[in-house]
Nanobody
Framework: QVQLVESGGGLVQAGGSLTLSCAAS????????VAWYRQAPGKQRELVAI??????TYWDSARGRFTISRDNAKNMVYLQMNSLKPEDTAVYYC?????????WGQGTQVTVSS
């Protein structure tokens, strides 16, 4: 089992930056694929970035502006977000895939004002 807690969200002006954190407990997530998703009001949850043993992958919405990283010693994953836009406003979720199991955190709200 894995428990995930996201933090670091908040209100920021367009062009600003935030760093989201995902703290894992219960077991080490160092071998796992970890992803950040987001869900805006009235929209489906969408994938933002993935980090795994194979490297990192970014979706179009994040490429060039966001950076996903991990600290295995702390059992944490981060999402550094720069040049934020109002359309980045959403609840951001951390996700761990372990075999056929998927684990989710409760999410952290990011609001970008114009």
């Amino acid at each position: 089992q894995v428990q995930l807690v996201e933090s670091g969200g908040g209100l920021v002006q367009a062009g600003g930056s935030l760093t989201l954190s995902c703290a894992a407990s219960g077991s080490s997530i160092s071998p796992d694929r970890v992803a950040w998703y987001r869900q805006a009001p009235g929209k489906q949850r969408e994938l933002v970035a993935i980090i795994s043993s194979g490297g990192t992958t970014y979706w179009d919405s994040a490429r060039g502006r966001f950076t996903i990283s991990r600290d295995n010693a702390k059992n944490m994953v981060y999402l550094q977000m720069n040049s934020l836009k109002p359309e980045d406003t959403a609840v951001y979720y951390c996700n761990v895939r372990r075999g056929s199991n998927y684990y989710w955190g409760q999410g952290t709200q990011v609001t970008v004002s114009s």
